[in-house]
C-alpha cells in the first residue's frame, strides 16, 4: 500500500512539474522560452535592463529550470530577458555566436552556462568590454567574470563519491566513473571530487572511466564493455541522466539491474523513477532554479553598481531510495511545485 501511495506522490509530481514546463513552452510564455529557434524576450512591464541568458542547450527538463528561475526574478525586477542556447549541449561555437547576438540586440549583461571555453573564451571577452559578464552551472578555467553562480562541482564530486562509500560499507569493490565531456570545468571538477574521496578508499578499486557524451546509448555500451575487460562492477558513479540511464539500461540487459550500486547527479523523472525502484541508491540533486534566479538578481546587482560576490554556491544535496520521500527532498526534486 505505501508503494502504491509513493508510486502516486511521483506521478502526482510528475504531473505538476510537467505542467510547469508545459506552461514554460505555451501561454503566456509562448516563444519566449527554451525550444525557441533564436531567443525571444520576456517583457514585463517598464525595464530598466535587458539580461541574456545563454544557456548550455535550448531544451530539456534542467534548462527549462534554470529558465523559470530567471523568468521569476526578471518578474521581481522589471528586468528583460533574451533566453538563447544551442542545439548541443557540446557547442561552444554556438554559444560565441550567441553571446555576439546578443551583443548586438543590445543587451545590458551576459549570463552564461559555458559548454566549451576554448571556442567561448573570445566572444566574452568581447562582451567584457561592453557589459558584465556573469557564468551560472559551469564556471571557465582560465576567464574571470564578474561572477559565478553554480554548484560546488568539486564538494558536490566529493559527496556522490561518500556515498558510494557509505552503500559499499567497508567492503571491497570494483568502481567505474562514467562522465559526460571530458575537459570541460564542470566535468573535471566533479571528477576531481570523486576521486578525492576514492583515494582514501584502498579498498575500492577504481576498474575505468569513460565518457558518454551525454548520449544514453553510448553510456549503455561502455558499460557493458567495462564489465568485459574488468568483471562484474559493483559499483558505477555516473555524471549525469543520460550517463546513468546508460548504466541501468546495461545492467537491465546483463539481468542484473540492481546488483550494482548506482550513483549519479540530478534529478531527472526517469532517474526519480529509478531511484523509487532501488536501481539508483543515490542522487546529487543541484538547484537549478536558484541557479537561474540568483543570476538574474547579481546581474542586475552588477548593473546598478552593488557589490557582488564572485562566487554564489547554490548548493546540492543528496536524495536516497529510503528518503526521496520527505517533505524536504520532496521539495529539492520538484522545484515548480507552489
Do not use: C
Amino acid at each position: 500500500m505505501k508503494r502504491s501511495m509513493d508510486k502516486m506522490v511521483i506521478a502526482a509530481g510528475a504531473a505538476v512539474l510537467l505542467g510547469a514546463l508545459f506552461l514554460a513552452d505555451h501561454w503566456p510564455f509562448r516563444g519566449i522560452g527554451p525550444g525557441t529557434n533564436a531567443g525571444s524576450e520576456v517583457r514585463t512591464g517598464k525595464q530598466a535592463y535587458t539580461i541574456a541568458l545563454v544557456m548550455g542547450m535550448r531544451h530539456g527538463d534542467y534548462w527549462k529550470t534554470v529558465y523559470t528561475g530567471a523568468e521569476a526574478a526578471a518578474k521581481e525586477l522589471g528586468a528583460g530577458i533574451s533566453f538563447l542556447g544551442p542545439d548541443d549541449e557540446l557547442d561552444g561555437e554556438g554559444q560565441a555566436r550567441l553571446v555576439r547576438q546578443a551583443l548586438a540586440d543590445g543587451a545590458d549583461a551576459i549570463l552564461v552556462a559555458p559548454n566549451d571555453e576554448e571556442p567561448l573564451a573570445d566572444a566574452l571577452r568581447e562582451a567584457q568590454q561592453q557589459v558584465p559578464v556573469l557564468t551560472l552551472d559551469s564556471g571557465l578555467a582560465t576567464l574571470k567574470v564578474k561572477a559565478h553562480i553554480g554548484t560546488d562541482n568539486y564538494r558536490s564530486g566529493a559527496k556522490a563519491a561518500e556515498e558510494m562509500v557509505r552503500l559499499m560499507g567497508g567492503a571491497p569493490g570494483k568502481i567505474a566513473l562514467l562522465g559526460f565531456v571530458p575537459g570541460t570545468p564542470k566535468a573535471e571538477e566533479r571528477e576531481a571530487g570523486i576521486l578525492s574521496v576514492l583515494k582514501l578508499h584502498p579498498e575500492l578499486q577504481l576498474a575505468g572511466k569513460a565518457y558518454a557524451y551525454s548520449d544514453q546509448q553510448r553510456a549503455k555500451e561502455l558499460v557493458l564493455e567495462l564489465e568485459q575487460t574488468s568483471g562484474p562492477l559493483d559499483g558505477i558513479i555516473a555524471l549525469n541522466s543520460a550517463s546513468v540511464l546508460g548504466a541501468a539500461d546495461a545492467l537491465e540487459s546483463l539481468g542484473e539491474k540492481r546488483r550494482a550500486k548506482l550513483v549519479s547527479f540530478d534529478s531527472t523523472l526517469q532517474e526519480l523513477e529509478l531511484l523509487q525502484d532501488g536501481v539508483i541508491r543515490s542522487l546529487v540533486v543541484q538547484n537549478p532554479f536558484g541557479m537561474g534566479y540568483l543570476g538574474v538578481r547579481h546581474a542586475v546587482d552588477a548593473l546598478m553598481k552593488r557589490q557582488v560576490p564572485e562566487q554564489v554556491d547554490t548548493g546540492s544535496a543528496v536524495v536516497r531510495t529510503e528518503d526521496m520521500f520527505s517533505p524536504g527532498n520532496q521539495k529539492l526534486l520538484f522545484p515548480l511545485i507552489r
